[in-house]
């Protein structure tokens, strides 16, 4: 395992990265997401499979809506390379997709926007590992909450106003206050033309089909036991209309139905995203 240090991962960060390495190690081909970088990055002990929250079948529904989603944001992101030049992540965990996809990533300029502390600990073991910073990638340390981060932290960090990005943030607004997720809506909206925002949100428990219902509870359990509560939900049609006045002319709520056909349709093991967590896509 990695030195103990005064900086340390956020323990959601770390179980996503589980999730994303146990579809490889427990479930069959095609994978949705090939990610095992994630799992180095965590650094687990060596019985982290006995974890009772990376039981293969209990997290079946749950590491298939973390895959898809990031499948989801990483096509975007490819599809739209050529044209933005820039593509900000936040709330970036141990996500790899910069050392994974480098044939992207390296013709982009990549900021990874995340809380200090994990950020710290990410970029440390990203040298131990022998991956290192690239000159394309910037590791931009915010806190989402009380931080005016996009002109002072992220020009600092090199990036371009004048320039079309791709924003995502998978997995943070339902622990932002809805006062701080506008805040957000409003900063990505006020991007050049030709920006893109892509994030996930919980829908309200009434928007959530029955069968995906208790799974969505036992994830607000967890968290809530975590230290880590969620505090935000969303009703689709409110989210796109909060997208609409903060200023993006499209934007568009992405059901769990659309990664679902577009990437696990066929499979016979079970493999599907919940609905208890869906996308928003909203255009500059």
């Given at each position: 395992?990695?030195?103990?240090?005064?900086?340390?991962?956020?323990?959601?960060?770390?179980?996503?990265?589980?999730?994303?390495?146990?579809?490889?190690?427990?479930?069959?081909?095609?994978?949705?997401?090939?990610?095992?970088?994630?799992?180095?990055?965590?650094?687990?002990?060596?019985?982290?499979?006995?974890?009772?929250?990376?039981?293969?079948?209990?997290?079946?529904?749950?590491?298939?809506?973390?895959?898809?989603?990031?499948?989801?944001?990483?096509?975007?992101?490819?599809?739209?390379?050529?044209?933005?030049?820039?593509?900000?992540?936040?709330?970036?965990?141990?996500?790899?997709?910069?050392?994974?996809?480098?044939?992207?990533?390296?013709?982009?300029?990549?900021?990874?926007?995340?809380?200090?502390?994990?950020?710290?600990?990410?970029?440390?073991?990203?040298?131990?590992?022998?991956?290192?910073?690239?000159?394309?990638?910037?590791?931009?340390?915010?806190?989402?909450?009380?931080?005016?981060?996009?002109?002072?932290?992220?020009?600092?960090?090199?990036?371009?106003?004048?320039?079309?990005?791709?924003?995502?943030?998978?997995?943070?607004?339902?622990?932002?206050?809805?006062?701080?997720?506008?805040?957000?809506?409003?900063?990505?909206?006020?991007?050049?033309?030709?920006?893109?925002?892509?994030?996930t949100f919980m829908p309200t428990l009434e928007r959530v089909e029955s069968a995906d219902r208790a799974?969505?509870?036992?994830?607000?359990?967890?968290?809530?036991?975590?230290?880590?509560?969620?505090?935000?939900?969303?009703?689709?049609?409110?989210?796109?209309?909060?997208?609409?006045?903060?200023?993006?002319?499209?934007?568009?709520?992405?059901?769990?139905?659309?990664?679902?056909?577009?990437?696990?349709?066929?499979?016979?093991?079970?493999?599907?995203?919940?609905?208890?967590?869906?996308?928003?896509?909203?255009?500059?």
């Open positions: 395992m990695a030195e103990e240090t005064g900086a340390t991962a956020d323990p959601t960060a770390v179980r996503v990265a589980l999730w994303r390495a146990l579809h490889v190690l427990a479930d069959p081909p095609p994978y949705v997401l090939d990610d095992e970088i994630g799992l180095r990055l965590a650094d687990p002990d060596e019985n982290w499979r006995a974890r009772p929250d990376v039981d293969p079948q209990e997290t079946l529904v749950m590491r298939a809506s973390i895959v898809a989603r990031a499948r989801f944001v990483e096509d975007l992101v490819a599809e739209r390379a050529a044209r933005v030049g820039q593509f900000v992540l936040l709330g970036a965990g141990l996500d790899s997709f910069a050392q994974r996809r480098p044939d992207v990533a390296a013709g982009l300029k990549v900021y990874e926007v995340d809380q200090p502390g994990p950020q710290d600990w990410k970029r440390r073991r990203l040298a131990e590992l022998e991956y290192g910073i690239p000159e394309w990638l910037r590791l931009v340390p915010v806190d989402f909450e009380t931080q005016s981060w996009w002109e002072r932290l992220l020009a600092a960090a090199g990036f371009a106003a004048d320039r079309p990005a791709v924003v995502a943030s998978t997995g943070v607004t339902m622990y932002l206050t809805r006062d701080a997720v506008v805040a957000v809506l409003r900063q990505a909206a006020a991007r050049a033309p030709g920006s893109t925002l892509v994030t799974l969505r509870r036992e994830r607000e359990r967890r968290a809530a036991s975590s230290g880590t509560p969620f505090i935000t939900f969303f009703a689709p049609e409110d989210l796109v209309a909060l997208a609409r006045d903060a200023g993006f002319s499209q934007a568009r709520h992405v059901p769990a139905a659309e990664p679902a056909a577009r990437y696990v349709a066929g499979r016979t093991d079970g493999l599907r995203p919940s609905s208890g967590e869906e996308l928003l896509v909203a255009t500059v």
